[in-house]
């Protein structure tokens, strides 16, 4: 699955711009200029997505337009690891078992905020037979 989404960036009367997100209507943002806004897109997405981690959500479909906002990889490795695990009903303990972790382990690979080795992330989601795949395009 691709973390990417669409995102609507919105002129304000007192020259910011508002940043919103059609599938993530918890993730709002704002920026001086577009850049700025895009940047702080990122983080908003993280943190809102980490609140559907946290609640036990079902993570919102991509989006598809070709401005969408990327989630990084290694975020994006904590979700679909997050995804598979619901999907798959397997809980932190169970994974922690199958990776002779704790489950406290297992809690920080989902926290979005923890700073994770992505080959750790990589091979929980082996043991539940998935793969990373990393996709480079142009910005």
Do not use: C, W
């Not at 993730?27 to 997405?45: C, K, S």
């Not at 078992?97 to 926290?111: H, I, K, M, Y």
């Amino acid at each position: 699955m691709r973390y990417v989404y669409d995102v609507t960036i919105t002129p304000q009367e007192d020259g910011s711009y508002l940043v919103r997100f059609p599938q993530i209507p918890e993730a709002i943002t704002d920026g001086d200029t577009v850049e700025e806004a895009r940047e702080q897109a990122v983080d908003a997405l993280v943190a809102a997505l980490g609140g559907y981690i946290e609640f036990g959500r079902p993570l919102p479909q991509p989006g598809s337009r070709p401005d969408a906002i990327a989630i990084p990889p290694l975020q994006a490795a904590k979700l679909a690891l997050y995804a598979t695990m619901k999907a798959g009903r397997v809980s932190n303990t169970e994974l922690a078992r199958q990776l002779g972790v704790t489950e406290n382990a297992v809690r920080r690979l989902l926290d979005l905020d923890h700073r994770s080795h992505f080959d750790q992330v990589t091979r929980a989601l082996a043991l539940l037979g998935r793969r990373v795949i990393l996709d480079v395009e142009a910005a």
